[in-house]
């Protein structure tokens, strides 16, 4: 397996996709494809989806599929 997508109803009327691609298979389009159909079950079944992207190539898939990045949620790691 290269690549596969699948969202949860989030709230009631959200759908959180997510996207894992295998290393090797990154940038050669499972991504894309997968996201698409997920993101168009989601449309289909009433839900809004939602792709909340952390690594750069992942904002750049969701951008290319039309996804919008309304803002940002900044993080803080503390060093132990």
């Known amino acids: 397996m290269v690549g596969a ?3 949860r109803a989030w709230r009631s009327r959200t759908a959180h996709v997510g996207v894992p691609t295998a290393r090797g298979a990154r940038g050669r389009g499972p991504a894309g494809v997968t996201g698409s159909a997920t993101g168009a079950h989601a449309l ?4 809004l989806p939602q792709w909340r992207a952390r690594p750069l190539a992942s904002r750049g898939v969701a951008a290319v599929l039309g996804f919008e990045e309304p803002g940002c949620r900044p993080g803080v790691e503390i060093a132990g």
Not at 44 to 47: E, F, K
């Open 5 to 7: 997508a699948g969202y």
């Open 44 to 47: 289909a079944a009433g839900l």
